[in-house]
């Protein structure tokens, strides 16, 4: 536990609900770790009270926060300002708080890639292929852009929601390289692509025995391809189970959810974050 005194700062999470978060447990390690005198607490918010949290939070001197579900875009109207990566996803889900005003970023982005960026391959030719088109997929898709990918294949159930998703784009240059398709579309990609993304909540737990696609469909991946679910519970899921049977690379959710936090860290103390330190305290957790 990290020591309370009267100079400790403030930094948390807002969600509705909040009590699942594990940021709390990565962040407290981490800045045990570093010895900062500042500590990271959970803020169960409710939709209709969020202008009045932020109007609090500020009053009381908190340093900044994380957003999660329900108000990655709610905040967006009650900042002063936000980032471009942020306003291309069209969420937020890190605010600091600078010059008289929230400010926020997105860094699920950053977060997602992260481990691909690890891998250190070429991205230039190619084509990732997104399952899902909720709002993990938009950090996705940002994501695929900023590694240099030059189109992204996003395949949806929901042929309405998709062209949604697809007219979203219209502000930002990240619309040209997409490509939305259908779910029954989506073989006519699998054996084409080195990169297959479930951003789905399908497998996750209680129904781990589920998976977005099935067996067959994932046969279809050609060799040396990556199969990456942004699910964390199970580790791993049954797409990656099956994924990793036909002889792909497979990447769980968890290292995107450490990397997002670390960025997110980073951006409130201005210094490196011990990724390691919050890599083990949330597979501790986890476990
Ligand atoms: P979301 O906004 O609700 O989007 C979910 C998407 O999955 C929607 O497009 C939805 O389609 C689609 N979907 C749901 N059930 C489906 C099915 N049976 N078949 C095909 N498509 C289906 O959720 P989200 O916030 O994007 O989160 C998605 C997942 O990513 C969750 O499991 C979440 O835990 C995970 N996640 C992980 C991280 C991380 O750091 N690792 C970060 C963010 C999210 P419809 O709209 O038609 O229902």
Request: proline share 7%.
């Amino acid at each position: 536990m990290p020591e309370i005194h009267g100079t400790t700062q403030l930094l948390g999470i807002i969600g509705h609900p909040v009590e699942h978060s594990l940021s709390p447990v990565m962040q407290n390690a981490a800045l045990m770790h570093l010895g900062i005198d500042a500590v990271f607490l959970p803020f169960p918010v409710e939709p209709e009270r969020l202008p009045t949290a932020l109007a609090g939070m500020a009053a009381i001197g908190v340093q900044g926060f994380n957003a999660t579900i329900p108000h990655k875009q709610a905040v967006i109207p009650l900042l002063k300002t936000i980032t471009q990566v942020a306003q291309q996803i069209g969420a937020v889900n890190t605010v600091w708080w600078a010059d008289g005003g929230w400010h926020g970023t997105n860094t699920d982005a950053a977060g997602f890639i992260a481990p691909l960026r690890e891998l250190a391959r070429d991205w230039s030719d190619v084509t990732p292929v997104v399952l899902g088109n909720g709002g993990a997929a938009r950090a996705v898709v940002a994501g695929c852009v900023e590694l240099g990918c030059p189109q992204v294949v996003v395949a949806g159930r929901n042929e309405e929601k998709l062209a949604a998703f697809e007219q979203s784009w219209t502000a930002s240059e990240i619309q040209q390289r997409l490509k939305v398709q259908t779910w029954e579309q989506l073989d006519n990609w699998l054996s084409r692509t080195q990169l297959l993304i479930n951003t789905t909540p399908v497998g996750m737990a209680p129904n781990s025995d589920r998976s977005p696609i099935d067996a067959a469909q994932l046969a279809q991946l050609p060799g040396g391809a990556i199969a990456y679910d942004l699910i964390y519970t199970p580790r791993p899921t049954q797409f990656l189970i099956q994924a990793q049977a036909t002889g792909a690379s497979i990447i769980d959710g968890t290292e995107m959810l450490v990397q997002q936090g670390a960025a997110a860290l980073e951006r409130w103390i201005g210094q490196p974050a011990p990724v390691a330190v919050m890599r083990s305290a949330l597979l501790q957790a986890l476990e």
